[in-house]
């Protein structure tokens, strides 16, 4: 067990046998035993490879340890995600998730329900505009109307899902989602603007509704992003504030409904594309003035803030509280020290950052 948590904590920031061994003053070769469970560390070695890796020595003996499955990642097709890169994201993701199933055996009650998806989705999708009801019926079955969504991270995790995001920053990360067991986790990055955050979050969500129904011409990546769309907008609110057929479409119009809807300026003209309100030769023009302005990376004006999950450390304070745990104890599951954890509940930090 130790050794396979020192390789995910080695994963999880990017280290190589050789640079972990370097930082606590041992050898590459007892790394790998250690790894191996050839050798177990010393005491002043085990809190030495705590320090480096920046976790506590409790993270060493923590179970239970979980497995991610069927692994989605959101492909900018342009963008590849290196082995390195996807092993740090994906030893995060267990990390968080091992902590919220810590967390959930402590307290005398469930605090997380079951992911549900409706039981009349079709079992095969043939065509993208197929897509479309299916969003719909998604925000139907959990009573979210047609309105914004204004806390997307919030509405997941209230829903069944366990959402985490990543202090990982590469940019060619955005998200994914996987399964644990009965668990479905999406991870997102925290380090993209809130419209692009929350498109992702969307994405994610239509690969864990989609995929299994998706006939085989159909791109997995075209289709989550239909959903996401179509999600985070339905075609009926989308015509009922841009109107039915437009020749064109105005940039500040556009920016007051990103603000609006949480949805990106260029979503929302791909979203008008979809439902039929401009044509593709007004898209075309659309997505021209975007690419000569360079705003295809990062649009005008101010940016959406990110959205964070609040679930897990609400119910680690209220544990704390409770008395089911103590201290030391919510330090670890918050990943803080005990230090940091003190001077959050005198309201000296929040969030890590200090109240002045």
């Known amino acids: 067990m130790l050794g396979e948590r020192l390789m995910q904590a080695r994963h999880a920031i990017g280290l190589s046998q050789r640079a972990l061994a370097k930082n606590v003053g041992v050898s590459a070769m007892m790394i790998s035993k250690y790894e191996r469970a050839r050798s177990v560390p ?15 020595t409790e993270y060493f003996f923590r179970i239970p340890a979980v497995n991610l499955e069927h692994v989605q990642h959101r ?9 390195s890169a996807e092993k740090k994201v994906l030893a ?6 091992e902590r919220w199933l810590v967390l959930d055996k402590i307290t005398p009650a469930p605090w997380s329900i079951p992911f549900t998806l409706p039981d009349d989705l079709p079992d095969i999708i043939e065509d993208l505009d197929a897509i479309e009801p299916i969003a719909t019926r998604m925000r139907h079955h959990w009573k979210l109307g047609l309105n914004p969504i204004p806390d997307l991270i919030d509405t997941l995790e209230s829903r069944g899902l366990k ?13 994914m989602s996987a399964l644990a067991g009965e668990h479905r986790i999406i991870v997102v990055s925290r380090h993209w603007p809130g419209d692009r955050q929350r498109f992702t979050l969307a994405h994610e969500l239509g690969h864990i509704v989609l ?11 075209d289709a989550a992003n239909r959903f996401a769309g179509a999600f985070l907008v339905p075609e009926e609110k989308v015509t009922e504030v841009l109107g039915n057929h437009r ?17 990106s300026m260029a979503g929302w003209s791909y979203r008008a594309l979809a439902t039929g309100v401009i044509s593709k030769t007004s898209h075309k023009a659309f997505r ?30 209220r544990a704390l509280s409770e008395g089911w745990i103590g201290e030391s104890k919510a330090a670890e599951l918050l990943s803080i020290t005990t230090h940091e954890l003190a001077a959050r509940r005198r309201m000296e930090t929040i969030d890590g950052n200090s109240r002045e």
């Not at 479409?249 to 949805?263: A, T, V």
């Open 163 to 175: 959402v985490f995001t990543t202090k990982f920053d590469d940019p060619r990360f955005e998200g």
């Open 92 to 97: 995060d993701a267990r990390d968080q998730l």
């Open 247 to 263: 020749q064109s479409l105005e940039f500040p119009e556009l920016y007051l409904l990103k603000h609006e809807f949480g949805l």
């Open 42 to 56: 010393s005491s002043d070695v085990l809190l030495a490879l705590a320090r480096a890796l920046g976790v506590r």
């Open 288 to 317: 021209q003035v975007f690419a000569r302005e360079g705003w295809k990376e990062k649009e005008p004006g101010e940016q959406c803030p990110p959205e964070s999950p609040r679930l897990f450390d609400q119910t680690v304070y």
């Open 211 to 221: 995929d299994d129904r998706l006939a085989t011409h159909i791109d997995k990546e």
């Open 75 to 83: 492909n900018r097709h342009v963008w590849k995600l290196p082995i």
